[in-house]
Nanobody, 115 residues
Framework: QVRVVESGGGSVQPGGSLRLSCAAS????????MGWYRQAPGKERELVAF???????NYADSVKGRFTISGDNAKNTVYLQMNSLKPEDTAVYYC?????????WGQGTQVTVSS
């Protein structure tokens, strides 16, 4: 059984920073890709960033230069450092882990950017 758990969401003022963490548990294997999506009220879920075990990190254009994804493949963990946050970054952020074409999701963590 696979469990994906996020933490680190919260409220911050514009220009502030937050760091999200995600841990995926699996008894016998590591994941090929881990990353983050987000979904704002009334909008579709969108890819924010992902990192694979063999490639470079990838980012949505809207977060390039502000967000940094990093991870530890051996520990099945991934982090999202979010700097220079904007009100439009407000959303529920979902972590996912992928292997063998299957995607496992976390429950989501709320990020609110507001003055």
């Amino acid at each position: 059984q696979v469990r994906v758990v996020e933490s680190g969401g919260g409220s911050v003022q514009p220009g502030g920073s937050l760091r999200l963490s995600c841990a995926a548990s699996a008894n016998t294997f590591s994941f090929n890709v881990m990353g983050w999506y987000r979904q704002a009220p009334g909008k579709e879920r969108e890819l924010v960033a992902f990192i694979s075990s063999v490639g470079s990190p990838n980012y949505a254009d809207s977060v390039k230069g502000r967000f940094t994804i990093s991870g530890d493949n051996a520990k099945n963990t991934v982090y999202l450092q979010m700097n220079s946050l904007k009100p439009e970054d407000t959303a529920v952020y979902y972590c996912y882990a992928m292997r063998g074409g299957l995607r496992y999701w976390g429950q989501g963590t709320q990020v609110t950017v507001s003055s």
